[in-house]
Nanobody, 118 residues
Framework: QVQVVESGGGLVQPGGSLTLSCVTS????????MSWYRQAPGKERDLVAT????????NYADSVKGRFTISRDNAKSTVYLRMNNLMPEDTAVYYC???????????WGQGTQVTVSS
């Protein structure tokens, strides 16, 4: 049974940090492109960060470059998103996604809420 479970969200003050985790089961993440997306109220779901299958290559949305870091631990079937210097505009539900290397989306998690507010 495939499961994708995000955790680590919460309420944080501007300038603070959080680390999100995406724990998976039922499939191997080692041959999957793993991404984090986010969706703010009333807005579309946007791509935040991607980590590819080989060499640890990563891509980031311009809005989070230099602040967020995506990483993966294939042995633990887990993907992480370290978020530093959080800003109110980072407030959203964050989702983990697994896709095939050629772009076919496979699985989504249920999301974890991140709220940045003083």
């Amino acid at each position: 049974q495939v499961q994708v479970v995000e955790s680590g969200g919460g309420l944080v003050q501007p300038g603070g940090s959080l680390t999100l985790s995406c724990v998976t089961s039922g499939f191997h993440i080692s041959n999957k492109v793993m991404s984090w997306y986010r969706q703010a109220p009333g807005k579309e779901r946007d791509l935040v960060a991607t980590i590819f299958t080989t060499g640890g290559r990563t891509n980031y949305a311009d809005s989070v470059k230099g602040r967020f870091t995506i990483s993966r631990d294939n042995a633990k079937s887990t993907v992480y998103l370290r978020m530093n210097n959080l800003m109110p505009e980072d407030t959203a539900v964050y989702y983990c996604n697994a896709q095939m290397p050629w772009g076919q989306s496979l699985y989504w998690g249920q999301g974890t809420q991140v709220t940045v507010s003083s």
